[in-house]
C-alpha cells in the first residue's frame, strides 16, 4: 500500500519531466517543419510590365507567360542606363489583365511592378533523421502547389524537392534550427538550397 501511494504521488512529476517534444519522431519533425515560418511563406513573382532589358524579358518566367497569352511585347529603344539591348515594352493583355487581377493582393491593380503570391509549399514526407547527441539532421520531401493560374503555370506539383534541415535538442525540447552556425544548415537555406528529386 505505501509503495503505491510513492508511485501515486511521484509518477505525475516522473511523466511531466517528457514533453512531447523530448523525443525526435518523423511526426513530430513533419508537424515542425510544416508549422515554421520560412515553410508556410507562400513564393513570391514580380511580374514587371513596362520597358524592360533584353536580359530580363528572357526570362522564363516571361517566356511562360507570353506563351499562355497573358503579356504581349514589342522592341522598342531602351532608355538610358538600361542595357542590353533591345529593350521590350511589355504590356498586360486583356486576358492577363484578368489573371493578375484575381491573383494580386488588393491595392496593387493600378501599377507596373505587381508582387504576386503564386504558390505555397506542401510536405510530402521525412525521408530520414540522422540523430548525433543533441543535433540531428531532418531529411524530407516537398512540393509547390499553386495558389492561382500564374503560379499553375509557372510551378508544376509534379517536381519534388529534397531538403535537409537541422534540430537541435535545447531544455524544452527539439526544435529547428533558426540561424546559421555553419556547418548546420537553417529552415531557410534548406529550402533555398532544396534539390528536385529524380
Known sequence: ?????????????????????????RRLAANMIAASPS??????????????SNKDFIAPEYLVLGHHGWITASSTACPPGQAPPP???????PSGVEVVRAAVPAGQNDQSTFTIPIARRELIGV?????????????????????????????????????????RDYDDGWRPVTTTPRPDQD????????????
Open 127 to 167: 525521408n530520414g533523421i540522422s540523430k548525433q547527441g543533441n543535433a540531428a539532421e531532418v531529411d524530407f520531401t516537398w512540393k509547390w502547389v499553386a495558389l492561382n493560374e500564374i503560379g499553375g503555370a509557372l510551378y508544376t506539383g509534379d517536381v519534388h524537392y529534397r531538403s535537409t534541415v537541422s534540430f
Open 1 to 25: 500500500m505505501r509503495k503505491m501511494l510513492i508511485f501515486c504521488l511521484l509518477g505525475p512529476l516522473l511523466l511531466s519531466a517528457c514533453s512531447p517534444r523530448s523525443f525526435l519522431t
Open 87 to 93: 529593350c521590350w515594352d511589355v504590356l498586360l493583355t
Open 39 to 52: 515553410f508556410k511563406n507562400p513564393q513570391q513573382y514580380v511580374l514587371q510590365t513596362g520597358v524592360l
Open 187 to 198: 529552415l531557410d537555406d534548406a529550402l533555398k538550397n532544396a534539390e528536385p528529386v529524380p
